[in-house]
């Protein structure tokens, strides 16, 4: 089932384009990864998917509705950038009122408060939260009532990494349930393994929307090997391989993705002198470095 369907979409500000025939779809159980530097339309997007800001040109189809519509708001969770709730109020009273209106039981909302590591400050005002802390309570309040589209904007902001990582088990749980999750982030690294799509925009336009491993097949970015052999074998070890070396127990040497076969066997060639070898393809922010530069050079 498609939650978010997003056909060539325009959007306008007078002469100014800032959204240039986008088409993105996010599927139910689809965790998709929206990237892109300040500017590049993101969070335009995001407006217009939430029905907070009108579309030019194109469709946008939330859960089969439009956005905005009250049917595609009770289906869909929203965590902005930066989030801010009543700081009379304690995490638990600002849950249940969430709760309430969602028509959901309120043993939920502890449940979540628990959940997301809020339970021992449950019942402190949300003023004497850290930003990190109110993080939590709004992604404990995109995840009540277990919306088929959540929308997550720089959802790890203000995050510990210990606080991080159970941040995406969460939503990790959310996709395994039926959930289709949108998140947009700056924070490449973490996203790597956590998610099945990433969409990159650039100018307003969407120049890469495949899985990791597909987007490193196009980009064609050089491997990064490092063969460690000990001190009396290094030198041997280079001069077989080329490379460069780094110490005095390792090598560095790049190749091109359709040789790295050739470069393992190589590698296990030389046997037990060998103590280890690190394989490194490229990253996501050289994928993204990568796709926004080609939409740079062709503007």
Avoid at 58 to 67: A, C, E, F, K, R
Wanted: proline share 4%.
């Amino acid at each position: 089932m498609t939650a978010l369907n997003i056909q060539h979409v325009v959007k306008r500000h007078g002469d100014l384009e800032t959204v240039s025939d986008v088409s993105l779809t996010v599927e139910a159980g689809e965790r998709v990864a929206l990237l892109g530097h300040n500017g590049a339309g993101k969070t335009t997007i995001i407006k217009m998917v939430l029905g907070l800001m009108p579309i030019s040109q194109g469709t946008i189809d939330v859960l089969g509705n439009h956005p905005g519509s009250a049917a595609a708001r009770r289906q869909t969770g929203y965590l902005p950038e930066s989030v801010a709730f009543h700081g009379a109020l304690t995490g638990r009273e600002q849950l249940h009122h969430f709760a309430r209106l969602k028509s959901v039981p309120l043993k939920q909302a502890d449940d979540l408060l628990d959940r997301v590591g809020l339970g021992h400050a449950a019942d402190r005002r949300i003023s004497t939260y850290s930003k990190g802390m109110r993080q939590r309570i709004g992604l404990a309040q995109v995840v009540l009532g277990q919306p088929k589209l959540a929308i997550l904007d720089e959802p790890t902001s203000g995050l510990d990494p210990v606080s991080r990582h159970e941040f995406y088990d969460i939503v990790e749980e959310m996709a395994h349930n039926g959930s289709a999750v949108m998140l947009s982030s700056h924070a490449l690294t973490e996203l790597e393994l956590r998610t099945d799509r990433i969409a990159i925009l650039s100018q307003g336009q969407l120049v890469a929307n495949d899985s990791l491993q597909q987007l490193r097949e196009r980009a064609s970015l050089p491997i990064r090997f490092k063969v460690t052999a000990s001190t009396d074998t290094i030198e041997s070890v280079s001069d077989k391989l080329g490379g460069t070396r780094v110490n005095c127990q390792s090598v560095e040497l790049m190749c091109r993705p359709d040789e790295k076969i050739g470069v393992l066997s190589a590698i296990t060639a030389l046997g037990p002198v060998v103590k280890d070898v690190d394989v490194t393809p490229a990253s996501l922010e050289e994928l993204y470095r990568h796709f926004s530069r080609i939409e740079e050079k062709s503007s």
